[in-house]
């Protein structure tokens, strides 16, 4: 058991399960979420094209989820249109979170064997794109284009459907202090964009020492965003998991326990 203070920085839908998984394992952990997650609005641009590729959900090959969050939004979208799942569609859950709530409601989706990253899920995916295929991406509004980019050279037709957004939070003066009465040894992010909103949010406070602190992340380019704003104890779980990250930490304090 470990008495370390952690700091969960997810949005406040998801920060229960993270928190409960880490105090069992003894952290003492804070919690201060630095992202917020909106639905788009209905009559949006993005609102809209999400109804109409609900409703032609059949004719798609392949659907990726890219998150938890799409994976809420999207299902109580579409589920209004689908009471049955269309016949031939592949599901996808980016990591194993997404894929159980998938799961959850009768879809029988793939996640990457690899890992939670688009690279991992390009490697399962990429050998089975045929060039007629048409590909269904659902995220929040912005985003790497990786997968995008390297579908249509695949010969796929990639579209979007994005349905939630993705805010900085406002942190008011008692979150402040209460942070800082905390005094986190270790912060745990799932996103890169998570990180750069600490850095503006967080970062100037004293226990917030970027030679000192420890920094979970869950993969190496988040590591590398890690690395090139200052920070220098980085741990790269390889998964945005709530259990890779609790059990990276402890692996790194049972390497450092005394023998």
């Excluded at 690279?119 to 995916?125: G, P, R, S």
């Amino acid at each position: 058991m470990t008495s370390m203070k952690v700091l969960v920085t997810r949005p406040d839908a998801q920060a229960k399960v993270t928190i409960e998984l880490l105090r069992k394992h003894g952290f003492k952990v804070h919690h201060q979420a630095c992202l917020d997650i909106l639905p788009v609005e209905p009559q949006s641009v993005d609102g809209l094209q999400s109804k109409q590729l609900a409703m032609d959900l059949d004719t798609f090959d392949h659907v990726i989820v890219i998150s938890t969050n799409a994976a809420q939004f999207w299902l109580d979208l579409v589920q209004d249109y689908w009471p049955q799942w269309p016949v031939g569609v592949q599901w996808w859950g980016m990591g194993e979170s997404t894929q159980a709530q998938l799961m959850a409601v009768g879809i029988a989706a793939k996640r990457p064997v690899m890992g939670d990253t688009s690279e991992a899920l390009l490697a399962d995916l990429l050998p089975q794109i045929q060039t007629h295929h048409k590909v269904l991406i659902v995220r929040g509004c912005g985003g790497r284009e990786t997968l995008s980019d390297a579908l249509e050279t695949a010969g796929a037709k990639v579209n979007y459907a994005q349905c939630y957004q993705r805010k900085l939070p406002h942190i008011n003066r008692e979150q402040l202090v209460s942070v800082a009465e905390f005094s986190p040894q270790a912060v745990i992010f799932q996103s890169g964009e998570t990180l750069g909103n600490f850095e503006a949010l967080l970062s100037g406070q004293d226990w917030c020492n970027k030679q000192r602190i420890i920094l979970v992340l869950p993969s190496a380019r988040v590591a590398e965003q890690a690395k090139i704003l200052g920070y220098q104890v980085l741990l790269t779980s390889g998964s945005a998991s709530n259990q890779a990250m609790c059990d990276t930490l402890l692996q790194t304090i049972q390497q450092q326990a005394p023998r």
